[in-house]
């Protein structure tokens, strides 16, 4: 049965607040120079970059239809950061024509661009040939990491359950979860809500008088510390003493999503929170920490309150921190969908409110380049953290568990190296019960590692990328679908090149393959000199066409291993039901879906294999 708490996520996630403005967005110029090329399977529209975009939507016709946006089916925002843009959501043999509109904001559209007209071809049996050449020997430049600053959480307050999921306990699983983003991925920070939820008993009043206790968060970040992360302190949920109106609930856990009854009071709150961490873990350490005001504000399901109230609370709320010290590091408005960030701009350089940092969400697309935004209001300065970014906003979604997660997850992550300073991922771990603690082993849930701290395809996309270099080397793609459908990241550290590959749509209902987009690549290291051999650590689907473990799927010479990280296959290969029956399943499934790396066949300065649609590969040379 759903539950309550399920059934009023369902009807509100998506009812955004007031949208209505006190200032213009600018009239942006469509794109220009429009191009639309079909191959196999899909059709590739590129632009030209227009200055002041945050992003463009892709629209589509049939030859006498009405433009209309392009819809990959991510349930989220549809407006993609650059170009260019792979549709294959098409339908093979069929004309269309091609427009862009140029987004300043994600709930604003401009003028469409000029149309351009494709023809997405019929598979005939061939597969198209990509070819990826990396420049080797040039000097490179630095390899950004959007993913090493933040991962996301459930509330830490979880670090402290002794209940079990699944025959495991949360607390010390939740625990290990973190850790192991720490020692293996090398993540500095963790964004979590509820440090003002009422099971920390922060607040509560006495006879009319605030009492402050914060034992618990003491407890909390002790043990964060412990593993070697920092908090980014969401400043949130409201305390049901505090709260104006505590029937007003979100979650299975009961968060108040309320205005103060006194914003004098909450200031206070919010003051007397920094002053303790500061006393409690020195000013050294807490200037590194970063302090974001309350969570997704803009949508009805998260603040019950008004637009100018929330502006009120992010006011009050920066004000107090940085009565304790300027030099603390605040921001929002960690908002969904990329919403409210111009408001916010726009309402701080009226009022005069710091803002140090610029948080928002998105899923099922890469972020959107909110530079413009903060350029447009005078906030150039200002960090960007994407506090909550993955492949889904729906719990228990089976694609959570997919290979197709894990290959957006590097998708995504690319495309934001170098103008965002933060992309977490959200979550680390299946121990996550927002809206009830997970039924079964592969559920959907939104964790990087399932209970019982299995990796899923997304963990192991996250250790492929930390496998890249320090160095970035140049590369062109070229081919059906070159630099839309298939991309690559090429690196180099001392002794090695590392070069990681993927092929990948943003149309999620393709998420189990189509073997129309199966693509062979070509990798080409002109000038490389010496004698190096290499290994290809993938990470794939199961082919259906080859049977319960067989590891060779019918791509001819250069074919990936089957299944290689897919732990939803390693599942059904076991017969794994609800939850692995003995330690015995637990360790036969970790074996399983582990990631499989082999041999390269190496061709003086080439190399070629085959990468279904999703796959993703990593190819590492060394020198003998």
Same mark, same amino acid.
């Given at each position: 049965m759903q539950s309550d708490a399920k059934a009023d996520w369902d009807a509100r996630i998506a009812v955004r607040s007031d949208e209505d403005r006190e200032f213009e967005f600018p009239d942006l110029?469509?794109?220009?120079?429009? %191009?639309?090329?079909?191959?196999?399977?899909?059709?590739?529209?590129? !632009?030209?970059?227009?200055?002041?975009?945050? =992003?463009?939507?892709?629209?589509?016709?049939?030859?006498? =239809?009405?433009?209309?946006?392009?819809?990959?089916h991510s349930g989220d925002v549809l407006s993609v950061p650059a170009p260019p843009y792979v549709d294959t959501t098409c339908t093979p043999g069929t004309p269309y024509r091609y427009a862009v509109v140029s987004v300043p904001e994600v709930t604003v559209a401009g003028r469409a661009s000029e149309t351009a007209g494709a023809v997405p071809l019929v598979a005939d049996g061939t597969v198209p040939v990509v070819t990826v050449t990396v420049d080797a020997v040039a000097e490179g430049t630095e390899l950004h990491r959007p993913w090493v600053p933040m991962i996301g959480s459930e509330r830490l307050s979880q670090l402290l359950c002794t209940d079990v999921t699944g025959g495991r306990q949360i607390g010390p699983e939740l625990e290990q979860a973190l850790r192991r983003m720490h020692d293996e991925i090398g993540v500095?920070?963790?964004?979590?809500?509820?440090?003002? +939820?009422?099971?920390?008993?922060?607040?509560?009043?006495?006879?009319?008088?605030?009492?402050?206790?914060?034992?618990?968060?003491?407890?909390?970040?002790?043990?964060?510390?412990?593993?070697?992360l920092r908090p980014v302190v969401e400043l949130g949920f409201m305390p049901r003493d505090l709260a104006s109106d505590p029937s007003k609930v979100v979650f299975e856990y009961g968060a108040i999503i309320s205005p103060p009854k006194s914003y004098e009071r909450w200031g206070e709150l919010v003051r007397k929170?920094?002053? +303790?961490?500061?006393?409690?873990?020195?000013?050294?350490?807490?200037?590194?920490?970063d302090f974001e005001v309350w969570n997704e504000a803009n949508l009805e399901v998260f603040w019950s309150g008004t637009k100018a109230e929330w502006m009120r609370l992010y006011d009050v709320s920066a004000a107090a921190v940085k009565s304790?010290?300027?030099?603390?590091?605040?921001?929002?408005? /960690? /908002?969904?969908?990329?919403? !409210?960030?111009?408001?916010?701009?726009?309402?701080?350089?009226?009022?005069? /409110?710091?803002?140090?940092?610029?948080?928002?969400?998105?899923?099922?697309?890469?972020?959107?380049?909110?530079r413009a935004s903060l350029e447009r209001h005078g906030f150039g300065e200002a960090r960007i953290l994407w506090t909550e970014w993955g492949v889904t906003p729906t719990h228990f979604n089976p694609i959570s568990d997919s290979v197709f997660s894990g290959v957006f997850l590097v998708r995504g992550m690319r495309s934001a190296a170098g103008r965002v300073d933060a992309l977490a991922y959200w979550v680390a771990s299946d121990?996550?019960?927002?809206?009830?603690?997970?039924?079964?082993?592969?559920?959907?849930?939104? =964790?990087?590692?399932?209970?019982?701290?299995?990796?899923?395809?997304r963990y192991h996309a996250l250790s492929l990328l930390s496998r890249l270099g320090p160095v970035e080397l140049p590369i062109t793609v070229e081919g059906d679908g070159g630099g839309s459908l298939v991309e690559a990241w090429a690196s180099r550290d001392q002794d090695r090149i590392a070069i990681l590959l993927w092929n990948l749509t943003l149309d999620q209902t393709k998420a189990s393959g189509a073997p129309e987009l199966t693509r062979r690549i070509r990798v080409d290291l002109p000038g490389l000199a010496g004698d190096w051999q290499?290994?290809?650590?993938?990470?794939?689907?199961?082919?259906?066409?080859t049977g319960s473990g067989?590891? %060779?799927?019918?791509?001819?010479?250069?074919?990936?291993? /089957?299944?290689?990280?897919?732990?939803?296959?390693?599942?059904?290969?076991?017969?794994?039901?609800?939850?692995?029956? %003995?330690?015995? +399943? !637990?360790?036969?499934?970790?074996?399983?879906?582990?990631l499989v790396s082999t041999p390269l066949t190496w061709n003086l300065s080439s190399v070629e294999l085959t990468l279904p649609m999703p796959s993703a590969v990593l190819l590492e040379f060394r020198a003998r």
């Amino acid at each position: 049965m759903q539950s309550d708490a399920k059934a009023d996520w369902d009807a509100r996630i998506a009812v955004r607040s007031d949208e209505d403005r006190e200032f213009e967005f600018p009239d942006l110029d469509p794109p220009k120079e429009v %191009t639309a090329v079909g191959g196999i399977g899909q059709v590739t529209i590129d !632009w030209e970059p227009v200055p002041g975009a945050v =992003g463009y939507l892709i629209l589509r016709a049939t030859e006498d =239809g009405p433009l209309e946006p392009v819809d990959h089916h991510s349930g989220d925002v549809l407006s993609v950061p650059a170009p260019p843009y792979v549709d294959t959501t098409c339908t093979p043999g069929t004309p269309y024509r091609y427009a862009v509109v140029s987004v300043p904001e994600v709930t604003v559209a401009g003028r469409a661009s000029e149309t351009a007209g494709a023809v997405p071809l019929v598979a005939d049996g061939t597969v198209p040939v990509v070819t990826v050449t990396v420049d080797a020997v040039a000097e490179g430049t630095e390899l950004h990491r959007p993913w090493v600053p933040m991962i996301g959480s459930e509330r830490l307050s979880q670090l402290l359950c002794t209940d079990v999921t699944g025959g495991r306990q949360i607390g010390p699983e939740l625990e290990q979860a973190l850790r192991r983003m720490h020692d293996e991925i090398g993540v500095r920070t963790v964004r979590a809500h509820a440090i003002f +939820h009422d099971d920390t008993r922060v607040y509560t009043e006495s006879a009319g008088q605030p009492v402050y206790d914060f034992t618990v968060v003491d407890t909390i970040y002790d043990k964060l510390l412990a593993i070697g992360l920092r908090p980014v302190v969401e400043l949130g949920f409201m305390p049901r003493d505090l709260a104006s109106d505590p029937s007003k609930v979100v979650f299975e856990y009961g968060a108040i999503i309320s205005p103060p009854k006194s914003y004098e009071r909450w200031g206070e709150l919010v003051r007397k929170l920094v002053e +303790h961490l500061i006393d409690r873990y020195g000013q050294d350490e807490v200037l590194t920490w970063d302090f974001e005001v309350w969570n997704e504000a803009n949508l009805e399901v998260f603040w019950s309150g008004t637009k100018a109230e929330w502006m009120r609370l992010y006011d009050v709320s920066a004000a107090a921190v940085k009565s304790v010290d300027e030099r603390i590091a605040v921001g929002g408005p /960690s /908002s969904a969908a990329a919403g !409210w960030v111009d408001d916010l701009l726009a309402h701080a350089a009226e009022v005069g /409110s710091p803002v140090d940092f610029v948080s928002t969400h998105t899923y099922g697309s890469p972020p959107l380049d909110v530079r413009a935004s903060l350029e447009r209001h005078g906030f150039g300065e200002a960090r960007i953290l994407w506090t909550e970014w993955g492949v889904t906003p729906t719990h228990f979604n089976p694609i959570s568990d997919s290979v197709f997660s894990g290959v957006f997850l590097v998708r995504g992550m690319r495309s934001a190296a170098g103008r965002v300073d933060a992309l977490a991922y959200w979550v680390a771990s299946d121990h996550f019960e927002e809206l009830g603690r997970p039924p079964r082993l592969l559920h959907g849930g939104f =964790g990087l590692q399932t209970v019982g701290g299995l990796p899923k395809p997304r963990y192991h996309a996250l250790s492929l990328l930390s496998r890249l270099g320090p160095v970035e080397l140049p590369i062109t793609v070229e081919g059906d679908g070159g630099g839309s459908l298939v991309e690559a990241w090429a690196s180099r550290d001392q002794d090695r090149i590392a070069i990681l590959l993927w092929n990948l749509t943003l149309d999620q209902t393709k998420a189990s393959g189509a073997p129309e987009l199966t693509r062979r690549i070509r990798v080409d290291l002109p000038g490389l000199a010496g004698d190096w051999q290499g290994t290809a650590t993938y990470l794939t689907t199961r082919n259906s066409a080859t049977g319960s473990g067989d590891s %060779t799927p019918p791509y001819g010479s250069g074919a990936p291993p /089957s299944g290689s990280g897919d732990l939803v296959a390693a599942a059904a290969d076991l017969g794994i039901g609800d939850w692995p029956a %003995t330690d015995q +399943h !637990w360790r036969e499934l970790a074996r399983r879906s582990q990631l499989v790396s082999t041999p390269l066949t190496w061709n003086l300065s080439s190399v070629e294999l085959t990468l279904p649609m999703p796959s993703a590969v990593l190819l590492e040379f060394r020198a003998r």
